[in-house]
């Protein structure tokens, strides 16, 4: 799962992205609401946990920006305000849970799990299409009932393609969801047509059909119709 994480304190941003990273997160952090935007308006995230209290502007007005430009991330609030009226008001923005500082990071890996399977997921942590089936619990994927020897970025990119079936998405995209905003700069994108590669040959030797379509020029796509 990609995250961005919105927090000015910068001790509590590094302790809850090397939480999240340790935890098998890809997390970006911004630390202020003008660089929030930069990376809303360029980048794509599962889920934004977002503070409230920003150097630069409130949170609230980031919430409604994402909900005008009609981005579908998750977002949780994460906030040292504990008043009714800002959970209500947060709530009714588009937010999907609001946690008050201080919190338990595990608490807080429990909460962004629940909100990314109820959104994304249908509410389980099951995932299935046709004879592929993925755990996002135990990070296990098997086809025809005969696990797979994944790695965690070919297990995370297996998902992306099945989160966002017959969808193009292009090796940039690919590489930025599953390897961080950085990569946005790089000159190619060859280690993503590696990764594909290597997930189609698993798939392929469990006698799984090849959903993966590559669009040339563009990327690629998971095709339902292959079925």
Not at 149 to 155: I, L
Not at 192 to 204: A, D, F, W
Request: glycine share 4%; proline share 1%; aromatic share 10%.
């Amino acid at each position: 799962m990609k995250v961005l994480l919105v927090e000015d304190n910068m001790e509590l941003a590094g302790s809850i992205s090397s939480f999240l990273e340790k935890e098998g997160y890809l997390c970006e952090v911004s630390h202020t609401s003008k660089e929030a935007y930069d990376k809303l308006t360029t980048f794509q995230y599962d889920c934004v946990l977002l503070d409230i209290t920003l150097p630069d502007g409130n949170g609230l007005e980031l919430l409604q920006f994402m909900h005008q430009e009609k981005m579908d991330s998750c977002v949780l609030i994460i906030s040292a305000k504990n008043s009714l009226d800002d959970k209500i008001t947060g709530l009714e923005e588009g937010a999907d849970d609001y946690l008050t500082k201080p919190f338990h990071l595990s608490e807080l890996h429990a909460r962004l799990r629940a909100i990314f399977r109820r959104k994304k997921l249908q509410g389980s942590n099951i995932v299935t299409f046709n004879e592929i089936m993925l755990n996002t619990d135990t990070l296990e994927a098997s086809v025809n009932e005969i696990m797979l020897d994944v790695t965690p970025k070919e297990f995370d990119l297996l998902l992306y393609f099945l989160v966002n079936k017959n969808r193009v998405l292009s090796r940039q995209s690919i590489a930025a969801h599953l390897w961080g905003d950085y990569t946005d700069n790089l000159a190619n994108f060859d280690f993503v047509y590696q990764h594909v590669k290597n997930l189609r040959k698993k798939i392929h030797a469990a006698a799984g059909t090849d959903y993966i379509n590559t669009v040339y020029g563009l990327g690629y796509k998971f095709n339902t119709a292959a079925s």
